[in-house]
Every structure is written in C-alpha cells, then in structure tokens.
C-alpha cells in the first residue's frame, strides 16, 4: 500500500510529489499525458521566481527531471475511479492501487470559442490568460472576449496594462464607466502572421494585439463522480489544508477554487498539502499506537494471567 498517490503531474502534482518524496512517504505519481500539463503550451515565462526567461516545456522538463532525481514512482496511466476501500483504491486501465491518501493535481483547461482564427492565432495574440501575459502588450491595443464577472475583472486587471481595453460580451447586465464594454459576438479573429483584430457579428471590425478570452474551464472529472467532491462549477472546494470534504482526499493546482491561478500558486499547493498529508498520516500512527497501549493496558487489567503466558 502507498502512503499517497497524487493524480496529476502539473506544476502542482509534481511539487507535492517532491515534498512528499522528502517526507518519507511511500508516493506513486500518476500522469497519463505529458508532465506539466498545460506548462508544455505555454511560449515564454518570466515571472516564476529564479527564471528571467524561461519557455514552458524547458520548465517543465526541469520539474519532471527533478522529480526523476527523487526516485518517485510515476505511472503513464489514465485514472477510471477511485473506491473507499482499506483507506483508497485508484483504479486506472491497467492497474488498481492501494493508498492512504490521494492528492488531485488534474488541473483544467480554457474551453475554447470555435470562433475562425482562434487556433491560428494561438500564442500569436490570443491568450487565455491576463497574468501571464499581460506584460507582452503593455501600452497596446486588446480586448476582452466573456460573460461573466470573472471576464470583467480580467479586463479590469489589464486596463493598468494597456493602451485600451474593449470588453466585448454577451451579458448586458455588465456595466463600467472604465473600460469599454461592447455586446456583440465575435465572429472571426483576423491578422497575417499575428492578430490585428476582431470582427464582430455585424462585420464591424476592432483593431488589437491581442484578444484575452474567458469562456470558462474544462476538465476530465468523470472518475471522481463517486466521490461528490466536484462543485456546480466544476473545481474543487478545498479547506484550509487542501482537504476535500472527503477525508483523506486533498485537492491542489487548478482543479480547486481560488484566485488566483499561476504556476508559483500551484506549487505552493502541492507543497502545503503534501506537507498536510505527512501530518495527518503521522498523527494518524500516534493516534493508533496510543489506543492500541490504552486497549492493552485494559486487557492486562481485566485479564492479567493472559499476559503471563
């Protein structure tokens, strides 16, 4: 039996996996897609601490290389369930697993518009994400593509970034005196080698650098359907210690709600968790032994001949 298996080799996985590694725990790490999740699409990263620039898969390379260093388990497998069974049974297409204690690491991924020009333009002036790359269109052009308040807030946060920033959506609920806000559709990103603009529904045309867009997440949860741990909105609620409601399950990285989403937050998660789950599983030995002495000494009382034989 495992004393933690982690589902997951993102950012978050992988750091869980290192602290856990180091804190004598018996780990298996299982992945069925590329270490480093979503990090392997990312071009360039310059605000992870000790990286100046940095693509994402050369990062993600040196976390998986590291993880190798510890002589962690990591399985190439596809997870199908998970069962209550003598602590947790992880059931994959080729094996089952006993554990203690189960971290998710699955992270999510944007869901994307369909809209013509998206995948040509990926990563050539469509983003997915105002933090990570707000800095490359500093004092330019952008717009915003969302219908809800998380949408808004992101062109909030790059409205001190940009020259200008057009919120274009469908939720005309939505209200500002300090963006432009703009409730069409868009029907094709345009551009040459990279974006220059939007058109929207009635053939009008926004120019830009970039298009920010924000229609929500996606992820493959179907295996944890028995444990009715996924909220309405598709994450995780997690506690202070990154405990699921389900005792002995621990959520991390992108999978859980919070607010924020970046790659030095998803390692922080995977550290305090795994750091949780040696906690829990040493105060869980303590809490045995001291009822197993308690137990024994009752029996020496009520039956002490037996202890003499």
């Not at 071009?43 to 510890?70: C, P, Q, T, W």
């Not at 994307?112 to 790359?133: F, L, R, V």
């Not at 807030?153 to 020259?163: K, P, R």
Request: hydrophobic content about 35%; some cysteine; overall charge neutral.
């Amino acid at each position: 039996m495992f004393d933690l298996i982690i589902i997951g080799a993102g950012p978050a996985g992988m750091s869980a996996s290192v602290y856990a590694s180091k804190a004598n725990l018996n780990t298996l790490l299982i992945e069925s897609d590329t270490p480093g999740g979503l990090l392997n699409k990312i071009n360039k990263i310059d605000n992870y601490l000790g990286f100046k620039n940095i693509s994402g898969s050369d990062l993600a390379f040196n976390m998986y290389e590291h993880v190798r260093s510890e002589g962690i388990i990591l399985k190439h497998e596809k997870v199908l369930g998970i069962k209550k069974e003598n602590g947790f049974k992880v059931i994959t297409n080729k094996n089952e697993y006993n554990t203690k204690k189960i971290i998710i690491a699955i992270g999510r991924k944007p869901m994307k518009t369909g809209i013509p020009g998206e995948t040509e333009y990926n990563k050539k002036g469509i983003s997915y994400c105002a933090i990570c790359d707000s800095h490359l269109y500093k004092d330019k052009d952008v717009v915003v593509i969302g219908d809800d308040s998380l949408a808004y807030n992101e062109a909030l946060y790059l409205n001190d970034i940009c020259s200008t920033v057009t919120f274009i959506t469908n939720n005309k609920d939505i209200k500002s005196d300090k963006i432009n806000i703009v409730n069409s559709n868009v029907k094709e990103f345009i551009g040459k080698d990279i974006l220059t603009g939007v058109v929207l529904e009635n053939n009008e045309t926004i120019k830009c650098s970039a298009a920010f867009i924000y229609k929500g997440y996606m992820t493959e949860v179907s295996f944890l359907k028995d444990l009715n741990i996924i909220n309405d909105k598709g994450n995780i609620d997690v506690d202070d210690r990154y405990e699921t409601h389900e005792k002995g399950i621990y959520a991390v990285g992108d999978i859980i709600n919070k607010k924020v989403y970046q790659i030095a937050t998803a390692v922080s998660d995977g550290c305090n968790a795994a750091l949780n789950v040696k906690m829990d599983i040493t105060n869980e030995k303590h809490i045995f032994r001291t009822e197993k002495s308690r137990i024994n000494f009752i029996h020496r009382q009520i039956c002490p001949a037996l202890f003499l034989l």
